[in-house]
């Protein structure tokens, strides 16, 4: 139990372009998604946090016009990188929390996003 | 805001040796504790969490940690390591949930090798 997909697991775009990852809890339900990045041989940095149904609450420093967050059920998270740079090329794992009120978070695979 | 310090970038041990990994926190309250393994390219995966009770826990693939309140610590052991045990280590710490620490936030992460 308590697994958590993330489409697509890598993704090649060019810059200026615009790639959609989505975050699914499959055998529960999340009101709570967090996103983190994470650059090579480096540890996760919490991008955002998205509650089901409202607007997401982003870290200092992280731009909310350029990643997107849309959390529109209980099960599906989606984060879109807008215009995209070089720079954004990273690592992207999603988490969720399970709707009953446990700490625990469950980790996705992650994506792994170039941008050419 | 909690924060979490692991002081070790890289340690090498030789395979069927002891390990201890070190982790610090920084938390008002009690701490929700957590030790991830994250393989080259792959998701996180959960060896073990502490939220309250036993300050001794029990984790999968034969580790534990110990949480110290005295020394802010939680330290991760296994008694004999394997060469699958190379990897990355990241300890992580999490507040109160619903409150505006209830985020987890990593570690820099201790990336281990195995000396044959």
């Known amino acids: 139990g308590a697994v958590v997909s993330q489409h697509p697991s890598w993704v090649i775009c060019k810059s200026g372009t615009s790639v959609k990852i989505e975050c699914r809890s499959l055998?529960?339900?999340?009101?709570?998604m967090f996103w983190y990045r994470q650059f090579p041989k480096q540890s996760l940095m919490l991008m955002a946090t998205?509650?089901?149904?409202?607007?997401?609450?982003?870290e200092q420093g992280v731009e909310k016009d350029k990643f997107l967050i849309n959390h529109a059920s209980l099960t599906l998270s989606t984060l879109t990188v807008t215009s995209a740079h070089p720079e954004d090329s990273s690592f992207y794992i999603c988490?969720?929390?399970?709707?009953?009120?446990?700490?625990?978070?469950?980790f996705g695979p992650g994506t792994r996003l170039t941008v050419t | 805001a909690q924060s979490v310090t692991q002081p070790d970038i890289h340690i090498t041990v030789s395979e069927g040796a002891s390990l201890e990994l070190r982790c610090n926190y920084s938390?008002?309250?009690?701490?929700?504790l957590f030790w991830y393994v994250q393989s080259p390219g792959q998701g996180l995966q959960l060896l073990l969490k502490?939220?309250?009770?036993?300050?001794l826990v029990q984790g999968i693939k034969g580790f534990e940690a110990e949480f110290k309140r005295s020394q802010s610590s939680f330290n991760l052991r296994k008694p004999s390591v394997h060469w699958s045990d190379a990897a990355e280590y990241f300890c992580?710490?999490?507040?109160?949930?619903?409150?505006?620490?209830?985020?987890?936030?990593f570690g820099s992460g201790t990336r281990l090798s195995i000396r044959p």
């Open positions: 502490y939220f309250s009770g036993d300050t």
């Open positions: 938390y008002g309250a009690t701490p929700y």
């Open positions: 998205s509650n089901e149904g409202s607007k997401a609450t982003y």
């Open positions: 988490s969720a929390r399970d709707h009953r009120g446990f700490h625990e978070q469950y």
């Open positions: 992580a710490v999490g507040g109160e949930l619903g409150s505006s620490a209830s985020k987890i936030i």
């Open positions: 055998d529960f339900q999340a009101t709570t």
